[in-house]
Structures are given as C-alpha cells and as structure tokens.
C-alpha cells in the first residue's frame, strides 16, 4: 500500500464521511475507514498505511488508547498519528503528548491547517511489511472449533512456509493445550508474542499453560501481561477475567488489586475501585503509581482535596514523579 495512504478512525459514521469528503476534496485519495479503534487495530495488523487520523470519543476502546497500544509496538512506533475532537484540553494534550501524537486536529477542521499538516508527514514514510494469508488462517480456524487438531494442523503447516504469522502460533499453541503438552504450548504461544508484542490472547494461553505446569509465578507474570494489553484497549471484560484467574493463583499480588481499581474506576464503580486500591496499599504503602491512581479516582469522587493528599504522597516518595506533578498544576489552574 502506498505511503500517501490513510486510515480514517472514528464511531460516529457521518464524521466519518465528512472527513473523507474533505480529504478527497484537498487531493487525498488513498482513504480507508474504521468505525471503531479495535477494527482500526485489526486493519492495522493486516495493512501498512501512511498515517492514522483518530476521533478521541469512542466507546468500544478511545483513540488516546489506540495511540498508546501502537506506540507500544515497534512497528507502529514512529506511524504518524493524529488525534481529533473538538476541544483540546489542557489535560487532553498533556496526555496525547506524553502517548506520542503527531498532531491535534480540532473539529470543525482548518482545511488549510489539516492539508499542511498531512502533507507534511506521508512525504517519506517508509512502509511496515505485514503477511496475512487469510484464507488458510480461516479454514485452520474452522477446522480448531470443529476439535480436527490435526486437520488444522495440516492446514496451518502452509502458512509457515508462506510467511510467519502471529495467529499461526497461536492456534498451535491452542491446539498443544487442548491435547496437554504445555510446553509445546508455551513455545508456540512465545513464538506468536514474538511476532506480534501486543497479542493478549497468546499471553494469556502462555499463563493458563504455565499454571497447569504448576508454574504460579510464570503463570502470574504471562496473565498480567495479558491484563496490561487488554486494559490499553479499554478491554475490561476480558481483563476482568483473566484478573480473576490471577486471584486464584495469588490471593495478596499487589499488582492484581491495583489492576482491579484501575479497571472498576473505568467502568465507574468507584467503590470497588477504592476497596482494590485499599488492598494494594496495604501490600505496597509506598507505591507511587498505586498513590497517583488512588488520587485520580478521588478526582472521579469530586473530592480534589483528597486527590491532592494522594498526590503529594507520591511525590514525597518520588519527587520526579512528572504524571503527579502535571495534574497537580492542573488542578492548582483549576483546568480539571
């Protein structure tokens, strides 16, 4: 796919029309759209492209939150990336800035201001090599939910020699569970993380495979990793769970408690929140990520007076601390 070419990201199908309209309008042709940020993740995986522009409000998963699993990954770590909304913050750019965007563009757009900017960053992009053999990859699938393992197996071996894929090792890695040869499975599930660091789903297997070895700290360490990646994608449901499973190997793990404030603050239950991060600080008293979290879900109470205690506790702990020092000097200008 040529570098000039862009994915278009954002729920709301009539902005998303209006933006392609207006591209097209100032030249740019090569426009593919995504009407949610885990499609525009899928497609991603699947195609090179030039540059991303993002709407930030979305429901299924953010484009703060898309912005930040790709830059976690080093094939997307230096893709030109735009965020849009219609009022930028003080904390909305802080945020996007420290996430890596190229750009913020408000709404209703400059046509001017979003040619100049676009033009300047698909010049010289150089394109990610990305190999997909999906008609093989599919009927592997079909035969793994049928329980023909070796069928699928069989069909799989094709994609090897067309080309590595995450989603190859994956379904190995399922299929070596399914028949109780666990570190077969640990192998292919470390093969498809290697070939794709964010895919949740291989290390999830990887910690399930490791716990039936009897392996808890492995197993603990591999199902967190998945949590962490699921949490970057707003995917609470699933980090819910795989949280659970982590409970039953460790019933006093720190990071499983702080996890679960992070995740019950998203889905607002402050509450529970504050019981899981009451936890952890009994593990951790000194945690300064624990204390910033503590005090960004005070904020959520309308309460900045506690939020600021949290804060301040954090930074007495590391006085370097730049997340606690910035919401510190937003809430002292009153702009959160």
Not at 65 to 75: C, P
Not at 145 to 168: H, I
Request: a negative charge; hydrophobic letters at 40%; proline letters at 3%.
């Amino acid at each position: 796919m040529p570098n000039d070419s862009f994915l278009l990201v954002d729920e709301d199908t009539g902005a998303l029309k209006q933006l392609k309209t207006l591209m097209t309008s100032l030249g740019f042709k090569n426009l593919h759209e995504a009407e949610s940020a885990n499609n525009a993740w899928a497609i991603l995986r699947l195609k090179p492209f030039g540059c991303v522009i993002s709407a930030w409000d979305m429901d299924d998963m953010s484009g703060i939150a898309l912005l930040k699993i790709l830059r976690s990954d080093s094939a997307f770590r230096d893709l030109p990336f735009f965020l849009t909304d219609s009022a930028f913050t003080k904390v909305k750019v802080v945020k996007a800035g420290l996430s890596g965007v190229t750009g913020l563009l408000v709404t209703p757009f400059d046509k001017n201001n979003l040619k100049m900017k676009l033009s300047a960053v698909v010049k010289s992009k150089p394109e990610p090599l990305f190999v997909k053999e999906e008609k093989t990859l599919e009927k592997g699938m079909n035969l793994i939910e049928k329980g023909k393992f070796t069928e699928a197996l069989t069909v799989l071996d094709d994609m090897v020699n067309k080309g590595e894929t995450a989603e190859y090792y994956y379904n190995i890695g399922y299929i070596k569970t399914s028949e109780g040869k666990y570190p077969e499975a640990i192998e292919a599930f470390r093969k498809a993380t290697q070939l794709d660091s964010l895919f949740a789903k291989a290390y999830e297997g990887m910690g399930k495979a490791y716990q039936a070895l009897g392996q808890h700290a492995m197993a603990e360490k591999f199902l967190q990793k998945a949590v962490d990646i699921y949490m970057d994608k707003e995917n609470v449901e699933d980090a819910e769970s795989v949280l659970n499973e982590i409970l039953e190997i460790s019933k006093d793990s720190a990071n499983v408690f702080n996890s679960l404030g992070v995740l019950y603050r998203k889905k607002g239950d402050f509450k529970k929140a504050l019981k899981n991060y009451e936890k952890a600080l009994r593990i951790h008293p000194e945690e300064t990520f624990i204390l910033y979290n503590v005090g960004r879900l005070f904020l959520d109470l309308k309460d900045p007076g506690k939020a600021v205690e949290y804060f301040e506790k954090a930074l007495i702990v590391d006085p370097d601390f730049k997340e606690a020092k910035q919401v510190l000097d937003a809430i002292e200008l009153g702009t959160i």
